[in-house]
């Protein structure tokens, strides 16, 4: 071996040599920020801290409201963006012509998704809180968030339709179906896989997601639960709570951050591992729901 | 009766056809919708943003160096606010590019594709966790840490707002760099690899320099998140805007100013809470400009790779 190919190899191992170091570095902050978050918060998680409501004392404060909050705000954020999503997926990839405006609703699209998620919230706070007086409310935050990842659940449903192969629409067609019973009866069952990962996706990001609901002027301090959706008498449901105001876990941590004193840092470790857990089995979900998919489906 | 059937005015086929049309209105008009989003985020940051020049001009907006509109005697500069910006930014950018550039690199061309369809996913749940998550990192632990380092730091400074931001975007930069990189043909490599050249000569090359478009876009997204971040800076880069470039003092950024004066209680309509909206309105500017941009390096990313 000359020199010249010793030096070379050299090279070639030192930089997979950089390139392993620098994974495992970020790997590593990863598996820190969880420890760390472990550590200080887990001795602090306890029933009682699921089942009180925030206070000014924080050995009494739970994270009742913000959890129920969150729950509630993502129902809506689903109930916005799911079939919304779903609907403009289907139509650009299987309806579209090709022509300037589909062009452009894909452009926007990619646009949509770059920007910061804050001016949604100051749009939701100029057109949803004051222009239609919707409220500070559950059901403001849940188009707020919904319209936020609307493009993660239009891009996700066209990936999934696009993994289908034509010959499954031109069997369809050749027996006679319509374009929409071709979407309704095949095309939409096979890729909800794909759609539901999506789903997932969409709504782990939600759940995370601080800046729009602050702006839009959620309260960081909730005594009390929205009304329930179920009621003893007829109609038996109830949607009040969509008007009701609301906090959320990622604002209630925020506001303990935010406090001067030791123990309220603690208060807001234990919301973050609260936090932590869901966006991790979340996104956990959603690889093996994906790997799981792409194994099964042979066409 | 079957004839009857198949003719194209029949009632049921027009029933048929009609509900078709039906659907695919409903269906169009859900995709348009999402227009009607970024309309009405530019319509309703513009038309708060009016008043305020009414009563501030733009030269002053551009050039004043002081940001105080929570004061009586009211400055608004925005260089303060977009100093935080661009220094959080650079700090992350600088930090997440060579580190995504280097590990993009070592996934397309190093690594088996077992062990790639893991790694993957697991750079990815960087982006998945949520910033309220990292900036309680940044502020709690990451400080501290640097408090080692550099004694003088301040409690609230960009540096570890920054580099926190920078490990949430690594997986950004690493992920859309990979599948440009991926997306080079394989007798590229293979020629490259039969001149003698080793793997990393062909990483750096011939792999990078024709997936150099697809690589700037994920460049420019990542530019794009940081800048938008909001809770990293708002909790650990501290809240008051300053024209520092000193990294380790702290510097309100634009996002994080947003969410001061939301949590604030300035009365609706007051030229303070109007600034909020012409923060926002600037923020958007930029990100749109680099979401262009980004957009014109993929198509041509596109060209080259098909």
Redesign the interface.
């Known amino acids: 071996m000359t020199t010249q190919t010793r030096v070379?190899?050299m090279?070639?191992f030192a930089?997979?040599l950089?390139?392993?170091l620098?994974?495992a570095f970020?790997?590593l902050?990863?598996l820190?920020?969880i420890l760390?978050?472990a550590k200080t918060g887990i001795p602090r998680l306890s029933w009682d801290f699921l089942t009180h409501f925030p206070s000014r004392f924080p050995d009494r404060a739970g994270i009742l409201s913000a959890w129920v909050g969150s729950l509630c705000v993502m129902m809506a954020t689903a109930a916005c963006a799911i079939?919304?999503g779903v609907?403009?997926g289907?139509?650009?990839e299987e309806?579209?012509p090709k022509n300037w405006l589909t062009t452009?609703?894909e452009?926007?699209?990619?646009?949509?998704a770059?920007?910061?998620?804050?001016?949604?919230?100051?749009?939701a706070?100029?057109?949803f809180v004051?222009k239609l007086d919707l409220g500070r409310s559950i059901l403001t935050a849940g188009l707020t968030l919904g319209?936020l990842v609307?493009?993660i659940m239009?891009v996700t449903t066209r990936e999934a339709l696009r993994t289908i192969p034509v010959s499954i629409r031109e069997a369809a067609y050749a027996l006679g179906c319509?374009?929409?019973q071709l979407v309704w009866d095949h095309l939409l069952p096979y890729s909800m896989g794909g759609i539901l990962t999506g789903v997932i996706?969409s709504l782990?990001?939600a759940?995370?997601?601080?800046?729009p609901l602050?702006?839009i002027?959620a309260l960081?301090f909730i005594a009390f639960l929205p009304t329930s959706p179920v009621q003893g008498q007829w109609p038996y449901v109830n949607f009040q709570w969509l008007h009701d105001s609301f906090t959320v876990l990622?604002i209630q941590?925020?506001n303990w951050?935010?406090r001067p004193q030791e123990e309220f840092?603690v208060n807001?470790?234990a919301t973050?591992v609260v936090?932590?857990a869901m966006?991790?089995v979340m996104?956990l979900g959603a690889?093996l729901l994906r790997?799981r998919f792409r194994k099964k489906i042979k066409w | 009766m079957l004839k009857d059937l198949t003719s194209a005015r029949h009632p049921a086929r027009r029933m048929r056809r009609l509900k078709e049309k039906l659907i695919e209105g409903a269906l169009f008009l859900c995709a348009a919708s999402s227009v009607f989003v970024t309309l009405a985020i530019v319509v309703i940051l513009v038309s708060e943003s009016i008043p305020f020049f009414k009563e501030v001009s733009l030269k002053q907006f551009l050039t004043d160096t002081q940001w105080t509109p929570l004061f009586t005697d009211a400055h608004f500069g925005i260089l303060p606010l977009l100093s935080g910006t661009l220094m959080t930014t650079l700090i992350a950018v600088l930090f997440s590019i060579p580190v995504g550039t280097i590990i993009a690199s070592l996934m397309s061309e190093y690594l088996r594709p077992g062990l790639r369809d893991w790694t993957k996913p697991a750079l990815e749940l960087l982006a998945a966790i949520p910033t309220v998550v990292y900036g309680y990192f940044a502020l709690l632990f990451v400080t501290p840490f640097l408090q080692k380092i550099f004694p003088n730091i301040s409690g609230f400074n960009v540096l570890s707002a920054g580099l926190v931001m920078g490990i949430m975007i690594v997986p950004y930069v690493s992920s859309l760099a990979e599948d440009a990189m991926r997306a080079v043909p394989q007798h590229l490599r293979e020629g490259s690899y039969a001149l003698g050249a080793s793997k990393m000569q062909t990483a750096f090359r011939v792999v990078i320099p024709s997936a150099l478009s697809g690589i700037t876009s994920a460049y420019i997204l990542g530019i794009s998140r940081a800048l938008g971040e909001t809770m990293i800076v708002a909790i650990a880069a501290g809240l008051q805007p300053s024209l520092t470039m000193n990294p380790l003092q702290p510097s309100e950024t634009m996002t994080a100013f947003i969410v001061q004066v939301s949590l604030g209680d300035l009365p609706q309509g007051s030229i303070g809470f109007r600034s909020i909206y012409v923060v926002g309105l600037s923020l958007l500017i930029m990100t749109f400009f680099f979401n262009i941009l980004g957009f014109w390096f993929r198509k041509r990313y596109r060209e080259v790779g098909g």
């Open positions: 070379r190899k090279t070639d930089f997979y950089l390139g392993f620098l994974l970020v790997l902050t990863l820190i920020l760390d978050f079939p919304l609907a403009a289907i139509y650009l309806y579209a452009l609703f452009l926007n699209i990619i646009n949509l770059g920007i910061p998620s804050i001016t949604f919230g100051l749009m706070l100029g057109l004051y319209l609307l493009p239009i319509s374009k929409w996706i782990s990001r759940i995370g997601e601080t800046a602050i702006t002027g960081t990622p941590m925020f951050i935010s840092h807001a470790a973050g936090l932590l966006t991790l996104n690889i790997q």
